[in-house]
């Protein structure tokens, strides 16, 4: 059986979401967290979570990578009681009787989502579709060709003859829709 885990390549994550869930956290979509709020009117943090995070459940804590690997029922058992518990006592939910098969679902979400190698990253992008509805697509990020394991995030190389670099960049703004006229 294969399961999600949260992976964190680099300390971006303490950044883009006001929560980053710990390493190696089990994960699920977490899209439910947004269940009652508009996500259109989002921003910063909470609509970086929306857009591109999982949640992994021990932390309730976002991650933007999470890494495929094996798990065992009793691995399985435990997320599923974990989530339940984590649905009583930070979602609302009535009791653990009721959270239960809300916890299931994601799970079997999650065992879906599991189709690829052990070890593969996934991504998600979270949109709103025509309808009003959610849209989650999920993307697989795959080693170079010769790579054995996962490294950094980012790299950087130095290059001659560049233009000179802008004092002004914030990312934080690059993460901004542009606006609409």
């Known amino acids: 059986m294969k ?3 949260t992976i964190a390549l680099d300390p971006s994550d303490t950044f883009v979401f006001d929560a980053a869930a ?27 979570a929306f857009r591109s995070g999982f949640l ?18 009793a691995d ?18 009535p009791d653990l009787a009721t959270a239960l098969p809300a916890a299931e679902e994601e799970v079997a979400f999650v065992e879906s989502l599991c189709t690829h190698p052990i070890s593969s ?9 025509d309808d009003g509805d959610v849209r ?8 170079k060709e010769g790579q054995d394991r996962h490294s950094k ?3 950087f ?7 000179e670099p802008d004092q002004n960049l914030n990312l934080a703004d690059m993460t901004l829709e542009p606006r609409r006229r």
């Open 3 to 5: 399961l999600l885990r």
């Open 157 to 163: 190389m130095e290059v001659e003859d560049d233009a």
């Open 153 to 155: 995030a980012f790299s």
């Open 22 to 48: 710990e390493p190696g956290d089990w994960a699920v979509s977490g899209a439910f967290r947004f269940y009652d709020r508009d996500p259109a009117v989002l921003t910063g943090k909470d609509r970086a």
């Open 121 to 129: 990253l996934i991504a998600v992008h979270r949109a709103i579709g």
């Open 56 to 73: 992994g459940v021990q932390s309730w804590g976002w991650s933007t990578l999470v890494q495929i690997v094996h798990a065992t029922e």
């Open 76 to 93: 399985r058992r435990a997320l599923v009681e974990n989530l339940a518990q984590q649905l009583v006592d930070k979602f609302g939910a």
């Open 136 to 143: 989650e697509s999920f993307r697989r990020l795959q080693l």
